[in-house]
């Protein structure tokens, strides 16, 4: 384990987003999910419930929705323990959290992106005890690409999608610590253009009472969202094992 002298890590549990159908994965996504694509020789998931359980995660739930049933098989032949947890529409990544809420009961969880992988120690760094809601941050050299997150001091102040000028290089990795108050953001609101209900909408009416703070990433984030990521995820998987 990887608890450090000093820190309290009280979130216990996870939940990994893996509803989606990996249209930037095709043709690979045809016929499987795309968070068991395999990488290093194994599917990408295993990668990230070996970090996640190494990060002192007890309990996991799976959004599925995409060829869930391969997801679920995926689970009982692993014997990893994990809840799956049905999202019976696709509608975007906020409705997916809402999905986990009898999951979660009134505890406090961390939220990732299922084709995302952090390493061990800042999963873990996300269970930090505290009266905050946090999003995980990165620098990276072409921001336009990703949301930017603009922060006062640690404290968000908004996310800008995909931003046409700069307005930061501080990049969203997709790794949340949530207090149990973002199912009531959550409900609050609306569907974005496309008819999804969007996470990062609900972070930001948190943001406006100075709930949110950005969390710095130390280690590492790689996207395993299209083809040509396998490549580079699977030189550095074979290079930095679990």
Known sequence: MLYSVGQVFAVMKAVVMAAGKGTRMLPLSEHTNKVLIPVAGRPFLQHLLTRLRTAG???????????????????????????????????????????????????????????????????????????FNYVMGMKHEHPEHYGVLQADGNYLLRIVEKPQEFVGDLINTGLYKFRPEIFDALDRIKPALKGEYLLTDAISILAKFHKVKVMPMQDYWLDFGKPEDIPVVDSFLKSHPA
């Open 57 to 131: 995660y007890d309990e996991v739930g799976i959004i599925v929705n995409y060829k869930k049933e391969l997801v679920q098989r995926f689970i009982d032949e692993g014997g990893w323990k994990a809840t799956i947890i049905d999202q019976p529409e696709p509608m975007g990544t906020g409705d997916a959290v809402r999905c986990a809420r009898q999951f979660i009961g009134n505890e406090d969880f961390v939220v990732l992106g299922g084709d995302n992988l952090w390493s061990a120690a800042d999963l873990q760094r996300m269970r930090v005890d505290d009266a």
